[in-house]
């Protein structure tokens, strides 16, 4: 059964700071791995899609790397900007099926 | 390009009354389907899944039931709420193993 860990829960750092997220997860059987960002009431937005295959992905100021073997991802966010300021969950799939399992996130606050 | 579309935005209910929450996703075929709910303080728990018309999955046994009448229409129902039921729902599809996206959510508030 796939269970995912997001930690730290919470984070404050000052503007222009580089960061890692980091999340783990139990199960390496995966195909992917998703991150996302939520703002506060609102819905999930996908920041990145990493591929079995693949070790990394990257967009923008932002940067998600994989090792399934470990059983980790994290997220690098470069120079961080206060609009940053967001709750970051990752997800990954159980085992040979469609359902993602979340972390309960990484509530950042980003400060000017 | 798709969309995906969820309402009502908000909904205040009373305890024991039904309730409907509807999806719908355009610009798209045959995605698969996913309903979740984020309580006050807690993770995304998935309550339902689908692969396909009249194919759903549920994933926690409690009051709410699913279905898929038509290819991108999900719907999420109840006969009668419960407190315990009050949270963000969220609908997200995708197509395949790629990426989820998420429709802007209900709140659903159980009085």
């Known amino acids: 059964k796939q269970e995912v860990t997001q930690i730290p829960a919470a984070l404050s750092v000052p503007e222009g700071e580089n960061l890692v997220l980091n999340c783990s997860f139990t199960?390496?059987?995966?195909?992917?791995l998703q991150w996302f960002r939520q703002d506060p009431g609102k819905g999930l937005t996908s920041l990145l899609l990493i591929q079995s295959s693949q070790r990394e992905q990257t967009s923008g100021r932002l940067n998600a790397s994989l090792d399934k073997s470990s059983g980790r991802s994290t997220l690098y966010i470069a120079a961080s900007q206060p609009g940053d300021s967001a709750t970051y969950l990752c997800?990954?799939?159980?085992?040979?099926?469609?359902?993602?399992?979340f972390g309960t996130g990484t509530r950042l606050k980003v400060l000017a | 390009s798709q969309t995906i579309h969820q309402w009502p935005a908000t909904l205040v209910q009373p305890v024991g009354s039904p309730l409907s929450l509807e999806c719908t996703v355009e610009g798209t075929s045959n995605p698969n389907l996913y309903w979740y709910r984020q309580a006050a303080g807690r993770g995304l728990q998935l309550l339902f899944y689908s692969v396909g018309i009249g194919q759903i999955s549920s994933e926690v046994p409690q009051n709410l039931s699913a279905s898929r009448p038509q290819d991108r229409q999900f719907i999420l129902s109840s006969k009668k709420l419960l407190l315990s039921d009050s949270g963000f729902y969220l609908c997200?599809?995708?197509?395949?193993?790629?990426?989820?996206?998420f429709g802007p959510g209900t709140r659903l508030t159980v009085l």
């Open positions: 997800a990954a799939p159980s085992s040979g099926t469609y359902k993602y399992i």
């Open positions: 997200a599809w995708n197509a395949g193993a790629d990426t989820q996206y």
């Open positions: 199960d390496s059987a995966i195909y992917n």
